[in-house]
C-alpha cells in the first residue's frame, strides 16, 4: 500500500468530514433546545449561499461586502421563522413541529429560486482549490489548500460557538433551556428570545457552510441534499451534542473517503454516496442514541 496515498485520502476524508459537522451543528443547536427536528437547515445553507452570490453577481456588490449583508439577512431570517412558525406552534406535538420545518424548507428554497433565478453560480473564494505547496514539498502529499481553509474555518466558528455557550451569559441560558424549558421559565429565563437566538445563530451556521459547500460545487438546488449528508453524523454523533456533530462528521467523512477508494472498485464504485448511511444502520444497531447521544431508558 502507498502510505502517502493513503494519508492523502484518510486526510481528504477528514477535512470533508469537518465540513459536513459544521451542517449536523446547525441541526444540533436547534433539536438540543427545542427539540425540533428542522428539516429546513439544508433550504438555509442553499438560501444562504444564493443570497450571498446574488448579491455579488446582480448587485455587483463585493464579496467582503455581500457576506456580513448576507449575515444579517441570516438573522432576520432565522428570528423570522421562530416567530412565524414555531412560536405559534409552541406545545404541539413533535410531529407537527418536523411536519412544519419539511413546509419551511420548501419555502425556503422557493423563495431563494423566486428572488435569485435558478440557474447554478460560480462562488470565488480567496483560496484556490489547488494542493498545499508546503504539504507537497514536505510530505509529499497532495491536500487542497481549499480544503485546509474550510477545515480551520469550520474549527474557529466551533470555537466561537462553545465558547458562546459555555462563558457568556445569553450561553448559560441556552444551556438551562436545553436542559428543562419548565425550570427555565421558572427562573425567569425568557425561552422564546433564546429560541430567537438559536435560529439566528442556525441562520449564521448555514450561510458559512453554504459558502463552503458552494466554493466547491457551485451554489445551485443540490446544495439542499448536503443536509442529508448530515444524518449519518448525526446519528453517530448523537442529536444533542455539538463534539459528537464533529466526531461525527470526521468519522463519515473518512470512512466514505476509504470505502470510495479501496472498496469501491470491487462493487462497481458510486459507494461514496450511500456507504454512510449504511454505516449509520449498523451503529443504530448497536448505540441508536450515539457516540454523545443521552441513553434513554425505557420501562416496560
Not at 57 to 74: E, H, R, Y
Not at 105 to 133: C, M, R, T, Y
Not at 194 to 217: D, E, K, Q
Request: aromatic share 12%; charged share 10%; glycine share 10%.
Amino acid at each position: 500500500m502507498n502510505l502517502n496515498f493513503f494519508f492523502e485520502v484518510l486526510i481528504g476524508g477528514l477535512l470533508s468530514g469537518v465540513m459536513y459537522a459544521l451542517v449536523a451543528i446547525g441541526f444540533v443547536l436547534i433539536y438540543k433546545a427545542s427539540g425540533v427536528f428542522n428539516f429546513a437547515q439544508g433550504a438555509m445553507v442553499f438560501f444562504a449561499a444564493l443570497t450571498c452570490v446574488g448579491m455579488v453577481d446582480q448587485f455587483g456588490f463585493s464579496l467582503w461586502l455581500a457576506v456580513p449583508l448576507t449575515i444579517v439577512v441570516m438573522i432576520i431570517l432565522g428570528i423570522a421563522i421562530e416567530r412565524m412558525v414555531l412560536r405559534p406552534l409552541v406545545n404541539q406535538p413533535e410531529i407537527t413541529l418536523f411536519m412544519a420545518t419539511i413546509g419551511l424548507a420548501f419555502f425556503i428554497e422557493g423563495l431563494a429560486q423566486l428572488v435569485w433565478g435558478a440557474q447554478v453560480h460560480k462562488l470565488e473564494l480567496p483560496i484556490e482549490d489547488v494542493p498545499s505547496e508546503y504539504l507537497m514539498e514536505k510530505f509529499n502529499i497532495l491536500v487542497s489548500q481549499f480544503d485546509i481553509m474550510a477545515a480551520g474555518v469550520c474549527a474557529l466558528l466551533v470555537t466561537s460557538l462553545a465558547l458562546l455557550f459555555s462563558q457568556t451569559k445569553v450561553g448559560r441560558a441556552l444551556r438551562a433551556v436545553a436542559d428543562d424549558h419548565q425550570a427555565a421559565l421558572a427562573v425567569g429565563i425568557p425561552l422564546q428570545r433564546i429560541w430567537a437566538v438559536l435560529w439566528a445563530v442556525a441562520g449564521l451556521v448555514a450561510l458559512v457552510a453554504g459558502m463552503l459547500w458552494g466554493a466547491r460545487n457551485g451554489v445551485q438546488f443540490a446544495l439542499t441534499f448536503v443536509a442529508l449528508k448530515a444524518l449519518p453524523v448525526l446519528i453517530l454523533g448523537g442529536f444533542t451534542s455539538m463534539p459528537g456533530a464533529i466526531v461525527g462528521g470526521l468519522i463519515i467523512g473518512a470512512t466514505e473517503k476509504m470505502a470510495e477508494v479501496y472498496i469501491g472498485p470491487l462493487v462497481g464504485g458510486g459507494i461514496e454516496g450511500w456507504f454512510p448511511y449504511v454505516l449509520a444502520l449498523l451503529f443504530l444497531l448497536v448505540r441508536p442514541e450515539g457516540l454523545f447521544g443521552e441513553k434513554i431508558i425505557r420501562r416496560i
